[in-house]
């Protein structure tokens, strides 16, 4: 990796290290800067629920990683970075990839003309900024030889968190209806059946996603 390149990858994980974790109190405490009227908001511990915390909270971890190891690069300390750590940091882009890609294409068209709720507070860090500085830094900075295997552990936090949606929802369905309060994406809106259906498109979709980084980091073996 270019020494250049480096440089700006290590800026941009600390900008997104630290808004990961202000963002993370902010949402925990209930601290607002632009306005009350925000949704897929709360406070405490329940947030984690929230496929969007989450992923957040993993690219940040993530990127805290990266810049321990880009630290002990640039200063001459290491000769190289080892894989994991940015296999560590695909999984995590792709995972706030598809948190980024679901609140604009699916969230903010249900809210019409409030979407703009989607982004206020804690969540303009974890539905816009992060993603997109997740995605920027590894697509274009971070260039690592990938195989192309590890466009199947992109998908992982997917379908790990798409088995707790699914067990959330069944546990808590009455006669084949998911409650609103257990279904907080309204991907079972269509009754607990439609689980299925949800599971396998929201696989493709995250594939697509783990493939497109995957290609436009595009340093190959």
Known sequence: MKRSSLIISFIINILISILVILGTIFMMTGFRFMGNHEVLASTGLSPFRFYTVDSNIFVGIASLILIVYECLYLRGKIKDIPKYVYVIKYIGTVAVSLTFLVTLLYLAPMFGDKFILLYLNSNLFFHLIVPLLSFISFAFFEKVQL???????GVSTMLIYGIYYAINAYVHQINGVVPVEFDWYGFVRG?????????IVMFIITYGISFGIYKLNDVKE
């Open 147 to 153: 195989s192309f295997k590890y466009t199947f552990y």
């Open 191 to 199: 009754g607990i059946s439609s689980m299925y259906i949800v599971y």
